[in-house]
T-cell receptor, first 109, second 116 residues
Framework: GQNIDQPTEMTATEGAIVQINCTYQ??????LFWYQQHAGEAPTFLSY??LDGLEEKGRFSSFLSRSKGYSYLLLKELQMKDSASYLC??????????WGAGTKLIIKP | DTGVSQDPRHKITKRGQNVTFRCDPI?????LYWYRQTLGQGPEFLTY????????KSRLLSDRFSAERPKGSFSTLEIQRTEQGDSAMYLC??????????????FGPGTRLTVT
C-alpha cells in the first residue's frame, strides 16, 4: 500500500528553527510537495522537490532523498503566523497526489 | 480573481437530503480534483477529471457520490441521501498537465458541509 508518515504535532519557539520530517512509501515517485494549511483554510503551495537535495526559498527550505524515501521541510526565523498544518504529498506513478495527515505546528512566543 | 472558486462556502443540511457543490477551476487548467478533508487529516482523494473525462474515482466513494464536468470547465459534486459521516470540508483543486508532468495543484477555499 501507499503510506506517508509525518509527526502529528510539533511545538517551536518564535525566532527558532524547526524541521518537519516526512517519510513515504508509494507506487512510483514523480515528486514531493509541501503545502501549508491554516485552520479552516485551503492548502497553499510551499515547495516541490523531484531531485535529491535541498531547495531553498526564503525562510523555508525543503530537502529530498529519493533513495531513503525521505523529505523534510525546514522553517527558519519562525513567526507566529507560521502556526499551521504542514502537509507532505507525493506524486505517484499515476501522477496522483498521495497525502500525509499533516503536521500541526504550534509556535510559542 | 483567476483562482479556483467553490460554491457554496458553507452548507448545512438534514440527513437524507441531497446536496450539490460547484467548482470553477483556473481557466487554463485541464485537471480538476475533488478531495474530502476532516479535522486533523490530510485531503482524501475522491475523484479527478482531465478535461471532461473522469479518469479515476476513489474506492472510498460510495454510489451516493457523483461528479461531473460536462464541458471540461466547471465541475459539480453531488451527494445523495446525506449521512452525518459526510460532514467534512470538500476541496476542489486544479492543475495543468504538460509533457506528462503534473504541476502543483491549486486549491479552492472549500465547501464545509454539516449534516444534522
Amino acid at each position: 500500500g501507499q503510506n506517508i508518515d509525518q509527526p502529528t504535532e510539533m511545538t517551536a519557539t518564535e525566532g527558532a528553527i524547526v524541521q518537519i520530517n516526512c517519510t513515504y512509501q508509494t507506487s512510483g515517485f514523480n515528486g514531493l510537495f509541501w503545502y501549508q494549511q491554516h485552520a479552516g483554510e485551503a492548502p497553499t503551495f510551499l515547495s516541490y522537490n523531484v531531485l535529491d537535495g535541498l531547495e531553498e526559498k526564503g525562510r523555508f527550505s525543503s530537502f529530498l532523498s529519493r533513495s531513503k524515501g525521505y523529505s523534510y521541510l525546514l522553517l527558519k526565523e519562525l513567526q507566529m503566523k507560521d502556526s499551521a498544518s504542514y502537509l507532505c504529498a507525493v506524486v505517484d506513478s499515476n501522477y496522483q497526489l498521495i497525502w500525509g495527515a499533516g503536521t500541526k505546528l504550534i509556535i510559542k512566543p | 480573481d483567476t483562482g479556483v472558486s467553490q460554491d457554496p462556502r458553507h452548507k448545512i443540511t438534514k440527513r437524507g437530503q441531497n446536496v450539490t457543490f460547484r467548482c470553477d477551476p483556473i481557466s487554463e487548467h485541464n485537471r480538476l480534483y475533488w478531495y474530502r478533508q476532516t479535522l486533523g487529516q490530510g485531503p482524501e482523494f475522491l475523484t479527478y477529471f482531465q478535461n471532461e473525462a473522469q479518469l479515476e474515482k476513489s474506492r472510498l466513494l460510495s454510489d451516493r457520490f457523483s461528479a461531473e464536468r460536462p464541458k471540461g470547465s466547471f465541475s459539480t459534486l453531488e451527494i445523495q441521501r446525506t449521512e452525518q459521516g459526510d460532514s467534512a470540508m470538500y476541496l476542489c483543486a486544479s492543475s495543468s498537465v504538460r509533457d506528462s508532468l503534473t504541476y502543483e495543484q491549486y486549491f479552492g477555499p472549500g465547501t464545509r458541509l454539516t449534516v444534522t
